[in-house]
């Protein structure tokens, strides 16, 4: 089992940008592909990118292509979320999961195993 903590949402103006990170400890981090998600209250939790363990291949949602980037660092146990150009349509509680086997969806959140507590990000236009 892996737990997952987020870190360095808040709130900033439209066309700012935020850092998220993800740090994990237990079972070896590096076997997972990681995922953000995100949420807002009475919505489905919403893909927004994934890496796989490598960090070679990335995904992300189309909403957010071109201004989001996700990456992450085995050796600290670390994933990343790099958010510019951020909109009001970004407010949302973001999460970070892990997904053991790779032959899942990485979109489906149902396809993840251990998550986080969430950390909360808000745009104001």
């Known amino acids: 089992q892996v737990q997952l903590v987020e870190s360095g949402g808040g709130t900033v103006q439209a066309g700012d940008s935020l850092r998220l990170s993800c740090a994990a400890s237990?079972?070896?981090?590096?076997?997972?592909?990681m995922g953000w998600f995100r949420q807002v209250p009475g919505n489905e939790r919403e893909f927004v990118a994934a890496?796989?363990?490598?960090?070679?291949?990335?995904t992300y949602a189309d909403s957010v292509k071109g201004r989001f980037t996700i990456s992450r660092d085995n050796g600290k146990n670390t994933m990343y979320l790099q958010m510019n150009s951020l909109k009001a349509e970004d407010t949302a509680v973001y999460y970070c999961?892990?997904?053991?086997?790779?032959?899942?969806?990485?979109?489906?959140?149902?396809?993840?195993?251990?998550w986080g507590q969430g950390t909360q990000v808000t745009v104001s236009s």
């Open positions: 999961a892990t997904k053991l086997n790779t032959y899942l969806s990485t979109t489906n959140p149902t396809n993840y195993n251990s």
């Open positions: 890496v796989t363990s490598t960090g070679i291949t990335t």
């Open positions: 237990g079972r070896a981090f590096s076997i997972y592909t």
